[in-house]
C-alpha cells in the first residue's frame, strides 16, 4: 500500500505501468480498487495512479475535508506530491464530477478527460444515495458475478463523505463547466444505470462542445468499467492513445459499442 502525507493526514493511492499519467478517481460507491482491471490493461502505455479521496478507501476519515473544494485540493497537491505536471484523468460519479470541475479550473494541468456516469444536474443522481448505507448502495448496485473484494471497500466508507459532496453538488452548475471545457472530453455511461440517470435528447446542448463526445454502453449499469470491462478498457486505451488536443470524435468507433454512440 503506498501513501502520501497531504496537509498532515494520509491519503492512498496505488500505481501501475510506465508511460504517460493517468489519475484515476472512484465513485460514491467503492474505492479505488475496482479501477484494477482498467489499470491492468493500459499499464503498458500509460503510468496509472488510482487513490481513495477524502473520506474513502484507506485515506482518512476527517469530515472537515469532505467538501468538493478539499477534494480538488487533494488532487491538486497529489499531482504536485508525484511531480505530475500534466496527466489525463479518468472519473467515475463523484471522481467525473471532480475532474471536470478539475479541468475547468486547471486546464494547463489536464491533458485529457473520460468521465463515466457523470450526473448533469442533482435530479439524475437517484434518492437512495443520500439515504442508504454505503454497503446497502454497493450491494444494489454492484453485479452478483463481480470480485467482491471491490464490494468490501464500501465498509470503509465514511457516509458523510457522500453526503457533504451530494449537499454541495445541488448548487454546481456543471453544465456550464462542461460547455467551456477546453479540454478533450469523453463521456461514458451505462444505459441501465439506476445511480445515475444517463442524459436525454434534451441535454444534447452539451455536446455543442466540439471537443466533447458520448458513447453509451448497452448491457452496463454504473460500473461499465467491471460489467464491459473488455470494451471499456479499449474504449479507454484509444481515447488515452489520440495526439493531445484532438477531439475524442475522431475516434474510430467499434461495432461492439457502435449502436449507441452520439
Known amino acids: 500500500m503506498s501513501v502520501v502525507m497531504i496537509d498532515g493526514e494520509v491519503v492512498h493511492y496505488e500505481v501501475l505501468g510506465r508511460g504517460r499519467p493517468l489519475i484515476l478517481l472512484h465513485g460514491w460507491v467503492g474505492s479505488w480498487r475496482y ?151 469523453l463521456y461514458v455511461y451505462g444505459l441501465n444505470d439506476a445511480l445515475i440517470q444517463p442524459p436525454s435528447d434534451a441535454q444534447d446542448e452539451v455536446q455543442a462542445n466540439p471537443l466533447t463526445h458520448t458513447i453509451f454502453f448497452d448491457a452496463s449499469g454504473h460500473f461499465p468499467m467491471l460489467e464491459e470491462a473488455s470494451k471499456f478498457n479499449r474504449l479507454a486505451f484509444d481515447f488515452l492513445s489520440l495526439p493531445s488536443g484532438v477531439s475524442p470524435r475522431q475516434l474510430q468507433v467499434k461495432e461492439e459499442w457502435k449502436r449507441r454512440v452520439r
Not at 37 to 64: C, H
Not at 88 to 115: E, K, Q, S
Open 35 to 185: 479501477w484494477i482491471p482498467t489499470m491492468q490493461a493500459i499499464s503498458t502505455s500509460f503510468r496509472t495512479y488510482a487513490l481513495d479521496l477524502w473520506g474513502f478507501g484507506d485515506s482518512a476519515k476527517a469530515p472537515e475535508n469532505y467538501t468538493l473544494e478539499k477534494q480538488l485540493t487533494l488532487i491538486d497537491q497529489f499531482l504536485q506530491e508525484m511531480g505530475i505536471g500534466k496527466a489525463a484523468f479518468m472519473g467515475h460519479g463523484l471522481g467525473a464530477i471532480l475532474a471536470v470541475i478539475f479541468a475547468h479550473r486547471f486546464p494547463t494541468l489536464v491533458d485529457r478527460l473520460m468521465v463515466t456516469s457523470l450526473p448533469l444536474g442533482s435530479s439524475a443522481i437517484n434518492p437512495r444515495l443520500a439515504k442508504e448505507s454505503p454497503a446497502a448502495l454497493a450491494v444494489w448496485l454492484h453485479p452478483t458475478a463481480m470480485d467482491r473484494t471491490a464490494l468490501s471497500e464500501s465498509e470503509k466508507i465514511d457516509v458523510l463523505a457522500i453526503r457533504r459532496s451530494l449537499a454541495e453538488f445541488e448548487f454546481l452548475n456543471l453544465v456550464d463547466m462542461m460547455r467551456a471545457l477546453g479540454t478533450p472530453c
